[in-house]
Each structure stands twice: as C-alpha cells, then as structure tokens.
C-alpha cells in the first residue's frame, strides 16, 4: 500500500495538471478554477505525503518502501521509486513553497493558466527525481525537470526569450554531462543501479576520473557554484513572477541532492585531491554572493544572494568527511525552504506595491502590518534566530564544517553573517516609518489567505524547532 | 528550585499572551507582580535550603548527538539568578505604577520571558541551550525597546556578536562532537585555535557588553521609551555578556593577549562614560553613559574575584539598577524633559519631588559604596577609587543641574500636582538600598562617607567649571564610531560588492564570456553559411575535404 502511495504521491500532479489544461477561464480572464485545481492537488499531495511519514522507519537511513514500475524503454525494464527522510522532507518543503508561490500568484497577471499547467508538471518531475531509486529514473527526471521551468520562463513570465534561452542552454549542458558517467556505468555494470549504492561501484581506473567530473559538473552546474553561477542570476532579476521564481530557485537543490546522494563518505582517489578546490569555489561563491547582496539595493537581489547562500553552506556541509549530517541538512533544509518561500511571496507583493511610491520602498511596511509582522518573522527565522529548525541544524552543520577546515568554516559563517545583516537591514529600513511620504497612493497590505499562509508557515517553522519530525506519529 | 520556578514563569508568560480587555490589563498587571514577587520569595527560600538538585529534558536527538535542556538548581545558579529576578520584580512594579506606558501588559509579558530566559541560560549546560537563550533574549530585548531607529543598530551589533559566538561554540563542538559544556575541559587540554576564540569572543563580548568604540548602538536607545531603556543594561545583553564571560572564563585565559586588551577596553569604558556622562546634556544618554561606566566595574571586580559571584555582588548590579531608576525619575520630574538644557520651570512642588529623587540617590550612593567595599583589595584599589573619583561628581552635577535648571528657568507654565504614583517607587529604592548595606557584612564608614561625600559635590558641583559650555556643544550631537563604522566597515563592503557585481558578472560573463561565445557561434553559423551557398568552388572544396577524409582514414586503417 505505501509502495502505491508513493507513485500517486508521484503522479497525481500530473492528473491535476491534465485538469487545469482543461478548465475555463472565468469572464474577467482571471483563472481560479486552476488555482483551485491546483491548490487542492498540491494541499492533497501534502496529505499523502505527511501519510507516507507515518510509514516510514524515520531511524533506518535507507530507501525504503521501493515501488516499481515497467518501462520497456529504462535500462532492465523498470523505473524505480523509493524515499526516506530526506527526501520527504525535501518533497513536502517543496509542495509547501509551491503553496506559496500560488498564493503570491494574485498580483500577477498574465497566463496565469498556462503557468498552473507547467508548475503541476513541474511537479511531478521534482518529486519523481526526489524518489527516484535507481540511476535511470534518478537521470530521467533530472532531465525532465527543466522542461516545464523553461517553459514557465520562456512563455508566461514575461522574461524573454535570452532568458529562457540561456537557462535552458546551461541546464542542457548539465544534463548532457550526467548523460556521459550514467551512461558509462550502465555500459560496465549492465544491471539496475540502485543510487543509494552508487559510491559502493568498483569503477575501472582510468574511467573513475571521467565518471565523477561529469557527476560533479553536472551537479555543480544546477546549484551553481562561480563560475557557473550567471545563468541563475540573469533569470532571476528578470522574473516578476513569484511562482517561477520560487520554481527557479528551487531547481538548485537537485544539484545538492545529487551531491548528497552520489557524494560518498570515502572519497576514491581520483577525486579526494580536488575536494579543497571545490570548497574554496563554495566559499568564494559565498562570498560573491554575499558582498553582491550586500551592495544591492534590490529586494529579490538580495533574497537571491540569500537562498544561494544557504544552498552552499549546505553543500560544504556534504563535502564534509562525515555521514551523520544527511539529517541535519534535511531538516535545515525544510525549514529553509518554508522561510525563502515565504519571503519570496511577501517581498514580490511588498515589490509590486512599491512601485506606487515616489522615491523607494522604505517605510513601505508600516503602511502593511500583517505583510510586517510574516516579513519580520520569516526574517527573523531565515537569518538563524532560534524560532526553527534552522537554528541548532545550522548549528551542527556548521560545528562539523569547521571541523573539517576551520578557514572555510570561519568564511561560511561571515556570510552567513553578512546575508542576516543585509536582511535585517532591509528589513528596518522597509519599517522605516520617517522615510515616508505624505500623499502616496494607497499601498495594500496582503490579503487574509496569504497573511494565514505566512502564519501557518511560522507555526510550522515552530514546531519545527521543538522537534524536526513532529508530524510524524 | 530553580526548575519550578521556570516552569510557573513559563505558565505565566503563556497565560499572559492571551488577549484580554484593556481595562482588565492593570488587574493582569498587578496580579503578574504579585505572583512573580512571590515566587521570589519561593526561590530565595529554596535557596536558603541549600539544596542542590538538577532537572533535565530530552529536546530533541539525531546522530549528532542529543540536546537537553537542563536546569540545575546549585547555589552558583541561586546566587547568579537572584538580582536578574529582583530587577525584574522591580520592574514589574514600576510597570505597576508608571502611567505613561500604554501596553502594560505586554512589558510584563517581556520582563517575564526575559527572566526566564535568564535563568536557564545561567542554569543551561549545553552549547545549543545556552546559545538559544542568549539568542531569544536578543529577540525580547529587541521587542522591549520597540522603537524602530532605536532598535536598528541594536539587532544589527548584537547580530554580530551573536555570530561570533555561534562560531565559538561550533567550533568548540566540532572539536569536541559533543554538545556539553562539561566537556570543554578536554577542550580546555588541547587548546586548539586559542587566539581565534579569544578575538572572536573579545569582539562579541565587548559588543554585547557595550563597551568602548562597540557602544554606539546604544546611544540610539535614546529614541526608545526611558523606563523601557533603564532595564537594558541590566536585564540584556550586557548581563549576557557577564553570563557568558563567566561560563568561559577558562578558555579565555589561555590567551595572554585576551586579558590586557580587555582590561584596556575596560579602563577606557569607564573614562569614556565618565566622559559621555559628564558632558551629554540628554538625561538618557546620561542613564547609557553611567551604565557603561558601571557594567564595566562590574565586570573587571568579576574578573578581580576570581569570577566568584557574591551577595556584595548581587547587591551592586542591583544598585546600578535602581541608580538607573533614579535618573529616570528624574526625568519623570522634570516634565519629561530628556535635554537639561531645555528644561523650564515648573511650581514649587515638582522641584520637591525632583529633591526627594535626590534624597534617593544620596541613600543609593551609600548601598552602592558599601556593597563596592566588599571588594576592596590591593588589586582593585585603583579601580574602585578611580571609578568613585569619576562617577560621584558627574552623578551629583547631574542631580543638582536638573533641579538648578528647573529653578533658574523664569518660564511660568501652567500649574500641574504632583504625580504621586512613583513615590511607593522611591520608597522602594530606599527600602532596597537599607537592604543592600545591611545584609552587606561591610563597614557603615564607606557608606557614610559616600553619602556625605555626594551631598557636598551636588553643593560644590565642581564640573561646573570644568567642562566648557563650547565642548559641550561639539559633543552633543558627535558620533564618532558609527562614523567610523560606516567607513571601515560597511562602505567597503558595499564598494566590494558593486566592483563585484560589475566586474565578474556584467563586464567578464556579460561582455566578455557570453558576447564571445555569441559571436564564436555566430562566425560559425555564417561560415557555414557561406560554405553552403551554390558555387563551383565550394562544391570543388567539399569534394577535397571528402577526399582529405578518406586519406586520413585510409593512413590510419593501414598503420
């Protein structure tokens, strides 16, 4: 029964997304039969997926309840799926900013039909590549997952063609990268490879160099780390769309995921040696993005800078010589996930609504006080306040990093600092009350579902805090 | 013991967050001090039992190992808890009797958690405890103050310290793989990364201490409510910073450099406030200056007595407290008037009041002076007798500038009656001060001559001739450090990023990277373009290149 859970878990997306391709548009062009659609089958999913928690052996560190599925096509006739903790929570986080994303979608306007149908299939392939077992369904849904997201950006948010062009064009490159090592494993091992046993392979000697650069690029290029980062930048100050925003910043952790996954405990030869040129790429990337974030004056500049930030910090945390830190970045990395999403949704509102005010969108929060009291707690949460799981898993990471390189540690952590302090900067200055003008046009707060949503989110966080797995009996 | 009386302030604080009425708030309000005052009575009972015992609870546990949260009951803890809960019972009864705060009940709410983070960071045994609490007190700090601009620098610099000892304390767990603080003497043998630890942790204490060239963010407190201000220095962050020094007192002493540079910025504090209060015409910056100027004593008898903490002790952090409490009555008094120089006259009666707030700090002076004389010695002579010299004349010309200036102003107002709510206040201080000589073991001479000796300079006021009225007017609105703050640090910073941001991202991927890539592809594309278009020649150039090919294979096929 949890087997069958899971391909629906996998699956009903894409049935939802088949009935938001078909629903009408209301008179005045706006779309709620899909959001509606789409809301229930993303909130339906959560349901599932918080039942398929209960079945799982939260202490075995494994891929369990594995379900199969026949595909003349894959390599032995199967596509196999199966999940543990982390990739739970990975799923369920991403169901949840996806939520949000949704829910920010009320300023926009546009196709936002079309932009329903490709986020639900955009969907199904995160949360077939967060299940996958075996390394064909794992390379098959990590290729499948840029489909939707170029499209989302090519055609409904307004972004451009060299946008979309050079998003696809990088993410293609990564994709043709991992074609080469999967392949050249099928080649020598002619059997289902299973990923979790993946590092466990015997690779010929001058193939092991070969096969964990492809892996290795192509990872690092979704996530993307100097100087493969430009492609993410480019898109994202672009994008005025909080749902495709939210998709594009999303779309990194598959490259982490990769590394959590494939990265092994005792790293072979060929590639221990490079191990601290990667580190300092991270940390110099780190640093990159936290003096940019710093300097700029741009709310979703700096929420960028942020997300990417953290994203790194957790990759140094799978670099580090340890495999007891799985479950910390998987609960940090929910918690992470729920607060940027969060703040994704209340800064484009905040964002919109500043473009009515004559000179900057300072003070713009005192005239929003339920957007100031979501955006102040998210802050609060994001920058390592202990209100959620961030906090002491944060901590641990970090305990572990240093430990392994007390430089990089020390770096990680200053942008760790500089990015709180640039949140928080913002954040008094968006709170700024003398910084406002009298006679501006009347400035909206956000509505009671985003404001509930921004609440429920906290609360969540919360919980977190007190204990990871609460939901879990 | 300790851990009930954490868990009633817990109920308390979680029933005071339910909404009610706004005229059932003062019932809220006095019923929360009177259940807070009693359960003081409650924990100095335990305490005089001497009965230690230890709580703990599993928080939460993962392959990193388990985090508890602990709650020991040892004498240490009672005698460190006890003037963070009297203050806060203190300023539970200002709150009681003070009229202009209009949200009561959510300042009892804050004291409450603030207390109660306080006591299980002093009774916490773990990193991730003892980082929360300090964590959460900044959070409570930040809410208490309430005033955007005043609270800007503040969540902005204790952010920073914050930072640095949550590197501190990763650094010492990765080290050690546990989360025990009882484990850090392994940590204190193999002494790894001394000097790191002893320059963050100085940074970060002397932030969250507020100490000299770090003490800015609290001049901005001046934006912030004045009886919210007084309870700062002594229910926040710089009685973290005491905590926390205390707590690791061991690592810090394995650094030579530590100790010297920390007693410098010591020294330099006391002078700086002595200074700041002297000058500063605005009666809260006055209450931040004195506060410097006292928290600093306080930490360097601390590190003179071994770090042992004692009644005398106890007794002096919460003299420097209620002397807080004194200024702002003193304000109270004056109209509420924050600048002295802008003072005007009031009748007769207010210039009583402001003389009875007087006769109250006259009576503190003598509990502070025999609560400073517990810790006379050789080592701390200069200290105490500097720290006197500087802080009693400034404290007197304060007092009797105040008055002399609500007297001499010829300004008539309209006529108003005294505010009788704050007298069961002063009558408190007074009480608190006969408290602190007479349970002190101490000579009543210091006290005497203290007394004396503060009502003869509030008559000779010798700062009057000192300090010129041209400084003074130079000094007033002079912020040097965050001045300073902004050219070292944040500027560069910003510059850093924006070279950055043009160089790597627009003129090498922009213009250089991409534009070339385009233009290599776009050479390409018109190359074979041209290849391809109809003409004999090209059609003769391809036959070759077939035939090129063909060679090449035919030579290697052979070979």
């Known amino acids: ?35 509606a659609v789409s809301v229930w089958v993303i909130c339906c999913n959560i349901l599932l997926i918080l039942r398929l928690f209960s079945s799982l052996d939260i202490d075995l560190n494994s891929l369990q309840m594995i379900s199969q599925m026949s595909w003349s096509v894959a390599p032995g006739g199967i596509l196999s799926f199966g999940t543990d903790v982390l990739s739970l929570m990975i799923i369920l986080s991403i169901h949840i900013a996806l939520l949000m994303g949704i829910f920010g979608l009320k300023d926009v306007t546009g196709n936002q039909k079309g932009i329903l149908f490709l986020n639900l299939l955009f969907l199904t392939t995160t949360t077939g590549f967060f299940m996958a077992a075996d390394l064909f369904t794992f390379y098959m849904f990590f290729v499948l997952m840029i489909v939707p997201l170029f499209m989302e950006i090519g055609l409904c948010s307004g972004a451009g063609k060299k946008t979309a062009s050079r998003f696809f064009l990088y993410n293609a490159l990564g994709t043709l990268l991992l074609l080469m090592p999967v392949a050249a494993i099928y080649a020598m091992q002619n059997v289902v490879i299973y990923i979790e046993n993946i590092s466990d392979i015997r690779l010929p000697d001058n193939s092991g160099v070969f096969i ?48 959590i996954r494939f ?111 979501s955006y102040a707690l998210l802050i609060l949460a994001g920058v390592g306040f202990p209100v959620s799981a961030l906090f002491w898993n944060n901590f641990i990471i970090v305990s572990e990093i240093l430990n392994a390189n007390v430089c990089i540690g020390t770096i990680a952590v200053f942008t760790m600092l500089l990015a709180a302090v640039f949140l928080l900067q913002n954040l008094y200055d968006l709170r700024d009350k003398s910084c406002l003008l009298q006679g501006q046009e009347k400035i909206y707060d956000i509505d009671n579902l985003r404001f509930a949503a921004g609440t429920i989110v906290m609360m969540v966080l919360f919980l977190s805090f007190i204990k990871p797995l609460w939901f879990v009996y | ?127 991730v405890q003892i980082i929360t609490c300090v964590f959460v007190i900044d959070i409570l700090s930040q809410m208490l103050i309430q005033d955007v601009h005043a609270s800007r620098r503040y969540g902005i610099y204790n952010l920073v310290a914050d930072m640095g000892l949550f590197l501190v304390f990763a650094l010492m767990r990765g080290s050690l793989n546990n989360l025990n603080m009882d484990t850090l003497t392994q940590y204190y043998d193999t002494v790894k990364y001394k000097d790191l630890i002893a320059a963050i942790m100085l940074v970060s204490l002397a932030i969250k201490f507020g ?32 905590i926390l020094f205390i707590k690791m007192r061991m690592f810090l002493a394995e650094s030579h450099t530590f100790y010297l540079v920390f007693n410098i910025l010591l020294g330099m504090t006391i002078l700086w406030g002595a200074a700041g209060a002297a000058v500063i015409r605005g009666l809260k910056e006055k209450s ?67 003389y009875a707030v007087c006769v109250v700090a006259i009576f503190l002076m003598m509990a502070f002076s025999v609560c400073l004389a517990g810790f006379y010695s050789a080592d701390t002579a200069l200290w105490i007798y500097g720290f006197a010299l500087l802080f009693l004349p400034t404290a007197a010309n304060m007092f009797l500038q105040t008055i002399k200036n609500v007297e001499q102003n010829t300004d008539v107002l309209s006529a108003q009656t005294v505010d009788r709510r704050p007298l069961p206040m002063l009558l408190l201080i007074v009480s608190l001060s006969a408290a602190a000589v007479c349970l002190n073991d101490a000579s009543w001479y210091p006290a005497i001559a203290a007394g004396g000796l503060f009502v003869v300079l509030m008559w000779i006021r010798p700062q009057r001739w000192l300090i010129k009225d041209s400084l003074c007017e130079k000094m007033q609105n ?22 950055l ?59």
């Not at chain 2, 209620?322 to 600048?339: D, M, S, T």
């Not at chain 2, 965050?482 to 944040?490: F, H, K, L, R, T």
């Open chain 2, 501 to 559: 941001t043009l160089l790597v991202d627009f003129v090498f991927f922009e213009r250089t990277l991409v534009s070339t890539v385009m233009l290599s592809a776009g050479i390409v594309v018109r190359g074979f373009r041209q290849i391809n278009r109809e003409g004999v020649l090209r059609s003769v150039l391809f036959v070759f290149a077939a035939f090129l090919i063909l060679a090449i294979y035919f030579l290697r096929s052979r070979v």
């Open chain 2, 288 to 354: 931040v200056y004195f506060s410097m100027m006292i928290v600093a004593l306080l930490v360097k008898l601390s590190e003179e007595n071994g770090f042992v903490w004692n009644l005398s002790f106890s007794w002096l952090l919460i003299c420097g407290f209620l002397f807080n409490i004194c200024i702002y009555y003193l304000h109270y008094y004056a109209n509420r008037e924050n600048n002295l120089a802008l003072l005007f006259r009031r009748q007769r009666k207010i210039s009583l009041a402001l």
């Open chain 2, 1 to 127: 013991m300790i851990v009930n009386v954490v868990i009633s302030l817990l109920i308390l604080g979680a029933l005071s967050l339910w909404k009610i009425r706004q005229r059932y708030n003062n019932i809220f309000v006095s019923g929360s001090f009177l259940f807070v005052a009693g359960l003081l009575i409650y924990f100095i009972q335990s305490w005089q039992t001497g009965m230690e015992s230890s709580f703990f609870m599993l928080w939460d546990s993962s392959a990193s190992g388990d985090i508890k949260i602990a709650i020991n009951s040892t004498l240490q803890n009672y005698r460190i808890v006890f003037p963070f809960f009297m203050i806060a019972v203190v300023a539970l009864f200002n709150n009681l009797v003070f009229r202009y705060e209009k949200k009561k009940k959510a300042f009892s709410t804050l004291v409450i958690f603030i207390l109660t983070s306080f006591i299980m960071l002093i009774s916490g045994d773990n990193f």
């Open chain 2, 211 to 242: 100490f000299f060239v770090f003490h800015s963010y609290l001049l901005d407190l001046k934006s912030a409510k004045f009886h919210r201000l007084v309870l700062i220095p002594y229910l926040s962050t710089p009685m973290v910073a005491l």
């Open chain 1, 263 to 373: 990265w092994p405990a005792v790293l072979p030869e060929e590639i221990a040696a490079l191990v601290p040129v990667f580190e300092i790429l991270c940390v110099m990337t780190m640093l990159y993005l936290a003096f940019s974030g710093y300097s700029s004056a741009g709310l979703r500049d700096k929420l960028f800078s942020y997300i990417f930030i953290y994203y790194l910090l957790y990759l140094l945390g799978v670099f580090s010589p340890t495999d007891v830190l799985k479950q910390n970045i998987a609960y940090s990395l929910f918690a992470f996930l729920l607060v940027a999403s969060g703040m994704i949704m209340i800064v484009f509102h905040v964002d919109k609504e500043s473009e009515k005010l004559q000179n900057s969108a300072n003070g713009i929060l005192c005239l929003q006080p339920k957007a100031a009291f």
């Open chain 1, 1 to 35: 029964m949890p087997e069958n859970l899971l391909l629906i878990v996998v699956f009903l997306p894409l049935i939802g997304s088949l009935f938001v391709a078909a629903s009408h548009n209301d008179a005045d062009g706006t779309s709620r039969n899909a959001t």
């Open chain 2, 478 to 499: 002079a912020d040097f450090f965050s001045g300073g703050y902004n050219i070292i640090i944040a500027r560069p910073i910003k510059f850093i990023g924006r070279v």
């Open chain 1, 212 to 259: 964990w650069s492809g892996m290795f690029l192509a990872f690092i290029l979704r996530l993307p780390v100097w100087p493969f980062h430009y492609w993410i930048s480019s898109v994202n100050t672009v994008l005025k769309n909080p749902l495709v925003f939210t998709g594009v910043n999303l779309m990194p952790i598959s490259g982490l995921y990769g590394f």
